[in-house]
Nanobody, 116 residues
């Protein structure tokens, strides 16, 4: 089993920055293949924000390229999302995801609200 706990969300003005963190724990926490961040806004489908599948291998949604940066600490089993130049349309619940041996694990999410 893999448990994921996110932190770092909050309320920020447009143009501001936030850094999200996600810690993986549990018996299955080691050997996770990929980690990433998704987001879900009210009445919208969940969408991929960024993933890291290996050292130096990252993928971003077009809407966040150049503004967000994902990083992973393999020793601490953590993944981070640095979010800069935030826009009101970035407002959503941000969820951490981990993939291992074909199984997908999700955190509870952390709310990010960007005011205009």
């Amino acid at each position: 089993q893999v448990q994921l706990v996110e932190s770092g969300g909050g309320l920020v003005q447009a143009g501001g920055s936030l850094r999200l963190s996600c810690a993986a724990s549990g018996r299955g926490a080691f050997g996770i293949n990929a980690m990433g961040w998704y987001r879900q806004a009210p009445v919208k489908q969940r969408e991929l924000v960024a993933t890291v599948t290996g050292p130096g291998r990252t993928n971003y949604a077009e809407s966040v390229k150049g503004r967000f940066a994902i990083s992973r600490d393999y020793d601490k089993n953590k993944v981070y999302l640095q979010m800069n130049s935030l826009k009101p349309e970035d407002t959503a619940v941000y969820l951490c995801n981990a993939m291992k041996l074909g199984m997908s694990y999700w955190g509870q999410g952390t709310q990010v609200t960007v005011s205009s």
